[in-house]
């Protein structure tokens, strides 16, 4: 009973303040940029956050293959602006990544085939 009781106050208490908004707010932010990228872009990304103090510290886009059909500094700019306009702060940095899957297991040239 005493844990129901712990649990309770502590659910209360991330109510009331802004931690919890924050989480699912950040969630649908997230869920929104990865929509946002899959259409425009055609792959669908991982997005995370870290929220510190209220602020938004970092967003993480992370592709699950290389992505070659836009230059570089295109497919940043596409990510910088969907992560601008689906989040309600501009964050202090954006990483963008890409998966490489196993070590050795395909070159780019072998993954270009495959997708043929």
């Known amino acids: 009973m005493s844990r129901i009781a712990a649990l ?14 924050t989480l699912i707010d950040g ?3 997230a869920k929104a940029v990865e929509a946002d990228l899959e259409a ?3 792959i669908r990304p991982a997005v995370g956050f870290k929220w510190t ?3 938004l510290v970092f967003v993480t886009v992370t592709f699950p293959r290389l992505y070659d059909k836009k230059p570089l500094p295109e497919l940043a700019a596409t990510v910088r602006s969907a ?5 309600k702060q501009i964050p202090n940095d954006i990483v963008l990544g890409f998966s490489l ?7 780019t040239a072998q993954l270009d085939e495959d997708e043929r």
């Open 101 to 107: 899957g196993k070590s050795g297991a395909a070159t």
């Open 53 to 55: 103090n209220g602020r």
């Open 83 to 87: 992560v601008a306009s689906h989040f």
């Open 27 to 29: 969630w649908k932010y």
């Open 8 to 21: 309770l106050v502590v659910a209360v208490s991330l109510a009331g303040c802004d931690v919890f908004s």
């Open 40 to 42: 425009s872009v055609g």
